[in-house]
């Protein structure tokens, strides 16, 4: 009986009782921001920075015109996942699936895909930016001893999708020009969250079917984004620029499932120097949730899997807020293109590389997500990867 537990993509992140595994609220990680440690609240200059600061596409190059990014397949995952998922669906017996279970006890593993296809572009009057978005996150987490009859899989888990447009404005000032943007995304999504005991883990042909009879809730959401970049002396070659970001206000609590967003403050700042013999060089560091607004879910189980109980506790950790990153473009020609990103996000070192040939581009990147409560968390080396066409 081999049990399948990640083709159908419809599971997500986990928090237990035992053991907490939470990260923060985000809707599409793109991996040209992600290799620079997730700093781009004041840096911009791409269709995803709606996800970040909409004020952002008022930095896309006029020069051009307007961009199309299409059939863009994304694909993003622990390392380790894969033994994971084989050794979960290999287990046939109590004995083996409780083997498995202590075997990856408070380890957690994530499984994501994702396609933003979006069309953007910065006239002379303003820019503006309108996109799909196509997403699911899988998460598991395993206890060996989680209830009386031997051990539990948790997740919380996400399938989702929705429209997102944007539009910014740039006003020069005597002392610099700002930036304003404003972002609508209405997003609906369907959740999974909960536990399978033992004798389900056994029993099940399908895991992930098993876990959506048990578990499937519907919702969606409607939030307003709010951003300002500004630029203050200009006409240096440090090219400095501050940013600030109101994110996913509005009803974004998705019927309080799995997959809600907060709102959220963020600020950032970022030079882009003027170096020889480079392309383009950019420096950014960010702060985000401001006012910690991200909270954290634990679970009380039956010996069923089932949630009797759950409280959301608030996080403050700072280092899961900080991100700090550096891109090096080296080339950018009509037909080729590339950029090498580093930085560090939640503490831990991001790296990306971004190409793109003719119409064909490939970003890759890693970065780690730090799961828990803050005082204990777990490292999660994750690995993603973007192939999309584009121009």
């Not at 009057?125 to 997403?135: C, E, T």
């Amino acid at each position: 009986m081999k049990k399948k537990i990640i083709l159908s993509a419809l599971l997500g992140a986990t928090t237990s009782l035992m053991a907490l595994g939470a990260e923060q609220a985000s809707l599409y990680k793109d991996p040209r921001i992600m290799g620079m440690g997730g700093a781009n609240i004041a840096v911009g200059g791409y269709s995803g920075s709606v996800f970040s600061n909409p004020a952002g596409l008022a930095s896309i190059n006029k020069k051009n015109g307007y961009i199309v990014d299409i059939l863009g397949f994304g694909l993003n995952g622990s390392s380790g996942f894969g033994d994971f998922a084989t050794d979960i669906g290999d287990a046939e017996t109590d004995d083996e699936m409780t083997a498995v279970l202590e075997k990856y006890a408070g380890e957690h593993f994530h499984i994501g895909t994702d396609n933003y296809s979006a069309i953007s572009h910065n006239g002379d009057l303003f820019a503006w930016s309108v996109g799909l978005l196509a997403a699911s996150d899988v998460n598991f987490e395993a206890h060996p001893n989680g209830s009386t009859n031997g051990g539990l899989l948790e997740t919380t888990s996400r399938v989702y999708g929705g429209v997102i447009v944007g539009a910014a404005k740039e006003y020069s000032t005597q002392i610099g020009h700002v930036d304003v943007g404003v972002g609508l995304k209405f997003i609906t999504q369907k959740s999974y969250e909960g536990a399978l005991g033992l004798s389900e883990l056994v029993n099940s042909d399908d895991i992930a079917q098993t876990l959506q009879d048990k578990y499937e809730k519907e919702s969606s959401g409607f939030g307003l984004d709010l951003g300002v970049t500004y630029h203050p002396f200009e006409n240096t070659i440090w090219h400095p620029a501050v940013g600030l970001s109101v994110l996913n206000i509005g009803a974004m609590s998705m019927d309080d499932n799995f997959g809600q967003q907060p709102t959220t403050v963020n600020i950032g700042a970022s030079i882009t120097p003027e170096v020889k013999y480079i392309d383009k060089l950019v420096l950014a560091i960010d702060y985000v949730d401001l006012f910690n607004e991200n909270s954290i879910r634990i679970y009380n189980y039956n010996d069923d899997g089932e949630i009797v109980t759950f409280s959301d506790y608030t996080d403050s950790d700072f280092i899961k807020r900080l991100r700090i990153g550096a891109g090096v473009g080296l080339i950018d020609t009509k037909y080729f293109s590339t950029q090498l990103n580093v930085g560090l996000y939640q503490g831990a070192y991001t790296a990306g590389l971004d190409m793109a040939l003719s119409i064909l581009k490939l970003n890759v990147a890693t970065y780690e997500e730090q799961v828990g409560t803050g005082s204990v968390d777990i490292a999660d080396r994750r690995y993603m990867a973007l192939l999309s066409i584009g121009w």
